[in-house]
């Protein structure tokens, strides 16, 4: 997916990105940070403003912390609600059986810290609440916003 990304943006000589993050569980964080170690060649690119990153109240897990991370390692300017998990806190699950009863049980193997506030969210730079008034008429004001930006620098 990166480099069909890539193939496209180098094409078009796309100047802004928007990820959305939204109503996003998480997944595996490296491929994040791969996708944005790719992106970082693209010269297209605005690097002072170009970059949106999307986030909402269920943007969990690994979702979460690579907006933090494309917050900073793209200078993305984050749009939307605050995220549904904390910028610090165990993560990358791992899983076992019990022997005897063959319960699952998951846990946390890893901490990580992105943020240097004891926050209990990620916070956007940009915050704009969804409506129920806006689901129900398929309005997403959040990125009308974006292209709203855009379209004025």
């Excluded at 949106?52 to 917050?71: E, G």
């Excluded at 699952?104 to 901490?111: A, I, L």
């Amino acid at each position: 997916m990166a480099e069909d990304l890539l193939t496209f943006i180098n094409k078009h000589q796309s100047q802004n990105l928007i990820i959305d993050l939204r109503d996003n569980y998480g997944g595996d964080f490296f491929v994040g940070l791969k996708l944005a170690q790719l992106l970082i060649l693209e010269d297209s690119i605005d690097w002072k403003s170009g970059v949106y990153v999307l986030i909402d109240n269920v943007t969990f897990s690994a979702a979460m912390s690579n907006a933090a991370q494309f917050s900073q390692l793209l200078n993305a300017t984050l749009v939307g609600e605050p995220t549904g998990a904390k910028p610090s806190g165990y993560q990358d699950m791992g899983q076992f059986i019990l022997p005897n009863s063959k319960l699952e049980v998951t846990y946390s193997k890893r901490h990580y810290h992105f943020d240097d506030n004891e926050r209990n969210a990620l916070y956007p730079q940009v915050h704009i609440e969804h409506s129920i008034e806006n689901y129900k008429a398929s309005k997403d004001n959040q990125l009308q916003w974006i292209l709203s930006d855009i379209e004025q620098r």
